[in-house]
């Protein structure tokens, strides 16, 4: 072997050793200095005012967290589709949703924020009290729902384009004998709307206790994953959802 080729070998061998040095240096997880906190664009969970004020049971629940974690923060209102998106890419650190597969792929689940019932509101004086009460009657869903529990039961499904449509045509159309909706936007959309329980029939659970979680991104260091499932736990415990269930609509 030649000087040059020597040489070549030897340059070769330093830069592979530098290379490793320098990657061994860095540090094994990132420092976070604050977090980026987001909630979704769908009242009662959240949503901006015609003055730009933010409200909603889910914001409440995150601006919480934030506000306990003793770091900087901000937190906005986005989309559902966006918020799972920028949770996957890395540009939000923490968002809530239920276990579904979109939320799966864009990040961890964390701990369980709070658990939620899935019921049906039913027409003034259907006398609907169960489930089965439903076999041959006509029912509202929200656009794209199914619901495992009521299959073949309903003569007809109409799909209304959100809660706030749903109870209107529930309250309005006589054709209609009940509505499904999750408990916090019942009770939400029926106050906006000036209505009270006294407007409608039976409250029917169809399913209870779903999970909603708080995810956070795949990347989120250990020890502030930690720090953040114990406020969530903290939260949960405190019955902090269930006083917000009471102030935005539920007697």
Same mark, same amino acid.
């Given at each position: 072997?030649?000087? +040059? =080729? *020597?040489?070549?070998?030897?340059?070769?061998?330093?830069?592979?050793?530098?290379?490793?040095?320098?990657?061994?240096? @860095?540090?094994?997880?990132?420092?976070?200095?604050?977090?980026?906190?987001?909630?979704?664009?769908?009242?009662?969970?959240?949503?901006?005012?015609?003055?730009? =004020?933010?409200?909603?049971?889910?914001?409440?629940?995150?601006?919480?967290?934030?506000? !306990?974690?003793?770091?900087?923060?901000?937190?906005?209102?986005?989309?559902?589709?966006?918020?799972?998106?920028?949770?996957?890419?890395?540009?939000?650190?923490?968002?809530?949703?239920?276990?579904? +597969?979109?939320?799966?792929?864009?990040?961890?689940?964390?701990? *369980?924020?709070?658990?939620?019932?899935?019921?049906?509101?039913?027409?003034?004086?259907?006398?609907? @009290?169960?489930? =089965?009460?439903?076999?041959?009657?006509?029912?509202?869903?929200?656009?794209?729902?199914?619901?495992?529990?009521?299959?073949?039961?309903?003569?007809?499904?109409?799909?209304?384009?959100?809660?706030?449509?749903?109870?209107?045509?529930?309250?309005?159309?006589?054709?209609?004998?009940?509505?499904?909706?999750?408990?916090?936007?019942?009770?939400?959309?029926?106050?906006?709307?000036?209505?009270?329980?006294?407007?409608?029939?039976? $409250?029917?659970?169809?399913?209870?206790?779903?999970?909603?979680? $708080?995810?956070?991104? @795949?990347?989120?260091?250990?020890?502030?994953?930690?720090?953040? +499932?114990?406020? $969530?736990?903290?939260? !949960? !415990?405190?019955?902090?959802?269930?006083?917000?269930?009471?102030?935005?609509? =539920?007697?």
């Amino acid at each position: 072997m030649n000087n +040059k =080729k *020597i040489l070549t070998v030897i340059i070769s061998i330093s830069l592979y050793f530098s290379l490793l040095s320098t990657t061994s240096a @860095k540090p094994l997880t990132e420092e976070v200095t604050s977090l980026r906190l987001v909630t979704m664009n769908l009242p009662p969970y959240g949503w901006i005012d015609e003055k730009g =004020k933010p409200h909603g049971i889910i914001y409440e629940l995150t601006e919480e967290i934030g506000k !306990r974690s003793g770091l900087p923060y901000t937190h906005k209102i986005s989309p559902f589709s966006r918020m799972l998106l920028e949770l996957k890419v890395g540009k939000v650190d923490l968002l809530s949703s239920q276990a579904h +597969k979109r939320a799966l792929d864009s990040g961890d689940k964390l701990a *369980i924020q709070f658990y939620i019932d899935v019921i049906a509101g039913t027409k003034k004086d259907s006398k609907i @009290k169960t489930i =089965k009460d439903f076999k041959d009657k006509s029912l509202i869903y929200h656009h794209g729902a199914s619901y495992k529990q009521l299959d073949g039961l309903p003569s007809s499904i109409t799909y209304a384009r959100g809660y706030h449509q749903s109870l209107l045509m529930l309250n309005k159309r006589q054709k209609f004998h009940g509505a499904i909706f999750s408990e916090p936007a019942y009770y939400y959309w029926m106050k906006d709307l000036g209505l009270s329980a006294d407007d409608f029939g039976n $409250v029917v659970t169809i399913e209870k206790n779903i999970k909603q979680w $708080v995810f956070v991104r @795949k990347d989120l260091p250990e020890e502030v994953r930690n720090t953040l +499932k114990s406020i $969530v736990d903290e939260l !949960r !415990r405190e019955g902090f959802y269930e006083s917000l269930l009471k102030k935005y609509g =539920k007697k």
